[in-house]
């Protein structure tokens, strides 16, 4: 099984700003471990917005200390981009009339809802999916096949 954790930032990042991410996570990949195994993680970054980091359990389990390296690294990318990577309540969406993703506080999601700019069928993300065999149905799907139905629909 495939682990992933999904951040998504406060906003879009610059392709430098894509560049400098992915030299940090490559080097941090290669050198992760638990209790001195190595971990087998990966990393990818989605439309200049998320970060997937991913580890290989299948070869090495990630313990508490090795989320714990992970999550102080990504504080490390938020400090020098002066981003935020851990703020669950902006959602991002799919416009529908531009096709952009916008990101938007809660309180914004459940305006827009009520104003008919989204719908049940608006693509929304999904970043609580913990394992990579769901991101290609369960992370990019419409608002009514998502936890945000539950919330705002």
């Known amino acids: ?4 954790w999904i951040y998504q930032s406060n906003r879009l990042l610059t392709d430098a700003e894509c560049v400098r991410v992915r030299e940090i996570l490559q080097e941090f990949v290669q050198q992760w471990t638990a209790h001195g ?3 087998y993680g990966s990393f990818e970054i989605r ?19 090795s989320i714990d390296k992970s999550v102080h ?3 490390k990318i938020e400090k020098e981009l002066q981003i935020n990577l851990f703020d669950r309540l902006q959602i991002a969406y799919r416009a529908q009339n531009t096709n952009t ?4 506080s809660r309180d914004d999601f ?10 049940e069928d608006s693509i929304v993300y999904n970043n ?5 065999s769901e991101l290609d149905t369960k992370w ?14």
């Open 110 to 119: 459940e305006r827009l809802i009520q104003a008919g700019e989204v719908n």
């Open 47 to 65: 439309y200049n917005l998320f970060i997937f980091l991913k580890v290989d359990e299948s070869k090495a389990m990630v313990t508490g200390c």
């Open 128 to 132: 609580m999916l913990t394992e990579t």
């Open 1 to 4: 099984m495939e682990r992933v």
């Open 101 to 104: 993703i916008n990101i938007v």
């Open 73 to 75: 690294l990504l504080k």
């Open 37 to 39: 195994n190595q971990l």
């Open 140 to 153: 990019e799907v419409p608002l009514r096949d998502s936890w945000h139905a539950k919330v705002f629909l």
